[in-house]
């Protein structure tokens, strides 16, 4: 059951080769790296994934290939779309290849709360019984989900098992969602894990997050639930530099395949173009961040 | 070459079944009720065609029925995606079973005009040669292409036959746009031709519209065309209260298929849900609508 | 009471000299005409009165120079503003002055329910109890309000006396609103009246639009409430393509003036700079839609 | 000269009394609080100063109290206003006032390359010769300034001499704007520094933002220009955590007025209403991470 998901579902970067091609082999390295360094589980395909310069097609190739690597451990697949007969398409498909469920956020153009349920309706109606992540990302789809619209989208469609919470602030949102009466769903949240331990300190069960050193999302989940909070936020301190400059919109996800690939996840670092290209002043910046990064692990005695 | 494309271009709509299925056999009846009521050519999977409902596979089922139907009389396929890979393949599929061109509008989220050419680099260097309809449409797709940088892309790029212009007020950017020195493009116009009489006096080469009386399209333009420009502004008054109540977003295009079911277009009305529907009030609605128009072209002596 | 509000309350122009200086002479001139073609009651500082471009001191000055002039019919005034100090500070000296109410739409950046609730809760907190026209306009604001939340805002709020509409469509919206049960509040039409017989049709109270031709609104306001549909829609078509052509953002609104101007309602149409201006083929287009809308009315025997 | 300006230019916060009254006897003590933490000078009635829920008379009062207090240390004052007039009226008032320049960012609606250049054309065409911060930053208003045209504005007028960078990323775009030949101006960055030593490693002049902590930003920058870049760093470093929760939008700025009042800065921390509220959480994670940073501090031997 994923209203039971606990630790880290990191979101997966898609490799592509030079030529623009997807790299399915380095989905095979990507895929034991995120699992060595303490993932529970993927959520593939989403924004920072590239999932809007797919096909189709590729997009199926990608997902079932992460699916299988994984070896029955937990895969979420993105598969927001603004057309619903899509959606229905892209989650029939991903199932039927073993996915433990699919990740839906609702389509820039949905205003009023009204909009807002009726969209989801119309999704669950197409969809059937199928678990999903309510991606709450407002920033990012245009779409504001306010908590009690939330909380009637949980009443209504027992299939919503997860909420992905990455408004912001993201931490009184996930207290309020955590006060709700009813059914319990995880909570699981993004905005890049930049405010991951006061997420955890408002009760949420893990980061649904991409970073370049998933070590840091698992260690911090670790520390924090057992009790070590103290340490967890003065490990995650270390990271937050470079955790922050990957947290700049799509030049971020350059930066974060990037770091990836010296660290031997995948093969090439580039993004599927049109996409922004490093230079070597942002070489440098990265040569610093990690070195600076070091240091600090390395006095906090790690 | 549609770089000489004259005469109406009708945007059209896609038909479905009560239970929602694709209706290709009104998608027949359909094609033959544009050309029969003067149309030179088709626009399908537009906006207002449901575009953004289909699958993939619907997308190109849907643009293959409506060209094998038009016996080689040109049909323009919309295929504007946020992936520029399901573009290219859209688009691929599309030139390979006869279409004449495709129909491109930047997506959501360009911003500067820097942007707006290079996504258009990107879009051209992956599909090549093939012709273009440009779609300046900003209050849809929420990107302003200005007179200028429209120019670049039509100077960098041969493959851009067609500007679809559909800014407001379209008049005057037409006459902008005309007055470009370089190489001739055909302008077309849109929003819901609720200007054409005065954009025809702006030197656009036909409507690419969508309207429930495409006789009423292609009658003024040919009335135009003919130096009759007082008779083309008569004969187009007569539809426009039935055209202005088209001429209202998504409710409008449930309106207009409502009406061509009546005509005979085709079997059944409805919009794929989630979708608005008609209720006695706007039934009644049209019914009057219908009855005035009916009188006032009476009255012209139609 | 505003919520008995019927007929014409005209959306009134601001008239600026050659220099860009207000011209208050011509707001006694354009009063005078709005009030002798048939209007009820004014409403000025809106949108199409160019109250954004307005310093405090100048609204205060329109204001009251409409107030003054209209000698006690009712003038309303739009008072919306991104800063609720500012919108009181206007509200108490227009309020002092005479207005009859103001009007408020609800500033760009309101995105739940619940964000529309707590804004209007602040907003009479503050201005306290002073008659309110709530516009509804989310094309221009970007503010979607459901009806659900309208109804809300009308039960909390009695200073809430009419709701000016102008959703797209409008028609459905307003049997919606009309439906509401519990106390009755005034429903005026906006969206430059594209939709009015329709409206009234609906079961509004009339319009509160702006028109170079406001015997029109009148004229069918008054058959329409007379019974008179046809004859009120015959009316109303001979001014339709002139009413389109005023209907295309602020550049209608520079047409607009300029037909004002002609028919001696103010001094010089310009509108203040920055913005659009008519070039020669525009002033041709407007002696055309001039000369047809005469023949059209003549033909109906007007 | 402006184009000159150099070191932290912190952006004020606004103190208001628990009446939501100006607390004018706060913008002392507040003035006092930033430079006897190393400000070169103030920017006030910025966005997070909370001016657009002033009247124009509390925004003169505001400015005017600031800039006595500040005694000829220079005070830049936002003035950005959707009305050219309104924008036209503070600037003249605060400039008689002894302010150093005015901060202008372009108004929500402008799109395209033209239309950005129009604007400012009729802004310097009315304010004339003033100094000015010209404010990129797209995110809150909307304007996407690419940088040929950011060097067109340069070109074009001499009264812009500092350009305010918080376009996302900052420092590659600071690259291309340090690249630019011609006129140099000052490139001072906003975005609460969160890239702050990153910027100053691409070559900006300080920065332009709000923290709770300005010696934080002092000692970055003279760290950094003297050399001292590893430094720069590690201190920034220890602040970061704090620095990003107080990154949390209009939250983040009841955060920092808190912390602020903790350190006696002003009297009362609350924002005016309507506005977000601390509760008793948030205070505890205040207090938490004011422990870490002094730890982090301690450990650095600070």
């Given at each position: 059951m994923l209203s039971n998901a606990k630790g880290?579902?990191?979101?997966?970067?898609?490799?592509?080769?030079?030529?623009?091609?997807?790299?399915?082999?380095?989905?095979?390295?990507?895929?034991?790296?995120?699992?060595?360094?303490?993932a529970s589980g993927l959520?593939?395909?989403?924004?920072?994934?590239?999932?809007?310069?797919l096909t189709f097609g590729e997009s199926v190739q990608v997902a079932n290939r992460f699916i299988r690597r994984a070896q029955g451990k937990p895969v979420i697949v993105g598969v927001s779309n603004p057309s619903i007969a899509q959606l229905d398409e892209l989650t029939k498909r991903v199932m039927d290849d073993g996915a433990s469920g699919v990740m839906?956020?609702?389509?820039n153009g949905l205003r009023t709360?009204?909009?807002?349920?009726?969209?989801?309706?119309?999704?669950?109606?197409?969809?059937?019984?199928?678990?999903?992540?309510?991606?709450d990302f407002p920033f990012s789809t245009g779409v504001w989900m306010s908590v009690p619209v939330i909380a009637q989208l949980i009443e209504r469609h027992p299939q919503i098992q997860v909420i992905k919470e990455e408004d912001i602030p993201s931490i009184t949102k996930i207290t309020r969602l955590r006060d709700l009466p009813g059914r319990r769903v995880a909570i699981l949240?993004?905005?890049?894990?930049?405010?991951?331990?006061l997420e955890l300190g408002r009760g949420i069960d893990g980061p649904m997050a991409g970073f370049s050193h998933p070590e840091m999302l698992s260690s911090v989940y670790n520390l924090y639930t057992a009790g070590k909070t103290d340490e967890a936020h003065k490990l995650y301190n270390c990271y937050l530099p470079l955790l922050s400059y990957e947290n700049q919109s799509q030049w971020g996800v350059a930066v974060r395949k990037e770091v990836m690939r010296r660290r031997g996840a995948l093969k090439h670092a580039g993004?599927?173009?049109?996409?922004?290209?490093?230079d070597a002043r942002a070489h440098a910046e990265i040569d610093m961040l990690l070195a600076h990064q070091q240091q600090?692990?390395?006095?906090?005695?790690?």
């Open positions: 880290v579902y990191i979101i997966a970067q898609t490799p592509f080769k030079e030529n623009d091609d997807i790299d399915l082999e380095s989905v095979d390295t990507l895929t034991d790296f995120y699992f060595s360094h303490g959520t593939v395909l989403g924004v920072s994934g590239e999932s809007n310069k839906i956020a609702p389509p709360d009204q909009d807002i349920l009726n969209y989801f309706e119309a999704v669950f109606k197409r969809i059937g019984d199928v678990p999903i992540v309510l991606q949240t993004g905005n890049n894990a930049m405010f991951l331990p993004m599927r173009s049109p996409s922004p290209a490093l600090a692990l390395a006095a906090l005695g790690n």
